[in-house]
């Protein structure tokens, strides 16, 4: 390495920045910011919802952030888990709820980096946001064709706990944006998001202006197929539930792989609807790739 690679590698990880590039594609992250995402691109075209790293404020205004120990929402700020009851900080603005877990509010640090590949490690130590203590890992990898995400949690406390794990992708809404998607599924939910009856979806496959999802949808099938003027997308993972949130004022629309439904902790049967008991030492793991092809 030159010292003045070693000079900018050395400002990035200060500012917790870190970009790979293979062949038309450039990603860059955030370790500082949850973790997140700032950016993917092929050539100057953005194919993730992308800042410039340097530019990026928050997680929430990123391509994508992790959902750790817990994805979407976790009703009302409470749970009763093995006998105890547990409260959780606000966190998402005035939501009645706790959202999306806590990885995506905490900086993480980088394990380490090379041309094609970025490790970022957060340990969570139990607070009033979560009760008990973790170590999540987030690996990327770039080549040209495509992005692959692999992220772990790891149960570094005395007792059992509930986790889940996902992402949340968010995708430019172009002129001629389709989603094309196979579940069987879909979650309804209240006012304030929290789902409260299944019903059968027999997929989705239309233009994203003609949808108005915010919903958490069961047995994924597939890849996710994402397609418009520049890009042909396909969007796979390990995890067998999407949420899927296609708002129709937004320059943006998600398709976000997590482990179990909305709110799971309170449903009847958690473990039936995708929520992990993790022993003391135990790891859980999930994988998403991003498969690139331009038009």
Known sequence: ??????????????????????????????????????????????????????????ARASACYPLVPYSNRLGYRQFRWKGKEYTTEANFDDNPHSVHGVGWLRGWEVVSHSAGEVVLRYVHSADAHWPFAFEALQYFDLTPQMLRVQLSIT???????????????????????????????????????????????TGIDSDVAHLDFDHCFDGWKGAARIRDEKFSLQLSSTLDRL????????????????????????????????LRTLQPGERFEASMALDIAAL
């Open 1 to 58: 390495m030159t010292a003045a690679l070693a000079r900018t590698d050395a400002i990035a990880a200060r500012n917790g920045t870190f970009e790979l590039h293979a062949g038309a594609l450039r990603f860059a992250v955030r370790a500082d910011l949850g973790g997140s995402i700032a950016g993917l691109w092929h050539g100057a075209t953005p194919v993730l919802r992308s800042t410039e790293p340097a530019l990026l404020g928050s």
């Open 155 to 201: 149960n570094t406390g005395a007792v059992a706990q509930p986790v889940g794990l996902g992402w949340h992708p968010y995708f430019p809404k172009r002129e001629r944006s389709r989603l094309h998607i196979e579940v069987s599924e879909r979650w309804d939910s209240d006012a304030t998001q929290l789902p409260v009856h299944r019903v059968a979806q």
């Open 243 to 274: 949420v899927v949130y296609t708002p129709q004022h937004k320059e943006y629309f998600c398709v976000e792989p997590v482990s179990h439904v909305s709110n799971a902790i309170h449903l009847a049967d958690p473990a039936a609807h995708g």
